[in-house]
């Protein structure tokens, strides 16, 4: 019994591990909010996110996609959930639609997708692993033209990793 109680919970992490979340927005083209808002790039990133934002891109132009700009709005959006996350010690998506809200009134985003994952060690692991995850990958391959990561670490010392991908 304890073998199978063992299992459940296993599986149970993993599809936590591997969930994806993805909405579009239903303003039409025209009508979307601060559709010209000003788009900044200033924010330092650690080597780890950096490696990450570079390793989406790569797979990006691999598949003859093109690659995406890093926003510090987006950013902003996966640091706070990234830091939710590590926070709570739980990996999930809980309120990507406030996100989802926050980039479509202050930069007017389209179309808005999140992937997160926990406890990978470098940049390349998490990649693969989201290349690897269908919702992952397709969330990468995505219609969209910025993103942002934000990784932190728990108090035991492992990874929380949230990356936003957005459409203007």
Known sequence: MLNYTKQFFLVFACILTFASCSKD????????QLKTA????????TSLESEILNGVNKYRESIGMKALARV?????QADDHTVYMTSNEVVNHDNFNVRYSNL???VGAKAVAE???FGYGNADA?????????GHRVNIEGDFTHFGISVD????????FTNIFMRR
Do not use: M, Q, R
């Open 25 to 32: 927005n239903a303003i039409p083209e025209n009508e979307a």
């Open 38 to 45: 000003n788009l900044s790039n200033s924010i330092a990133y």
């Open 72 to 76: 510090d709005e987006v950013t902003y």
């Open 104 to 106: 479509v009134s202050e």
């Open 126 to 134: 998490v990649v693969k692993a989201w290349i690897a995850s269908e």
């Open 115 to 117: 992937n997160v994952a």
């Open 153 to 160: 670490k728990d108090k035991n010392g492992k990874n929380y």
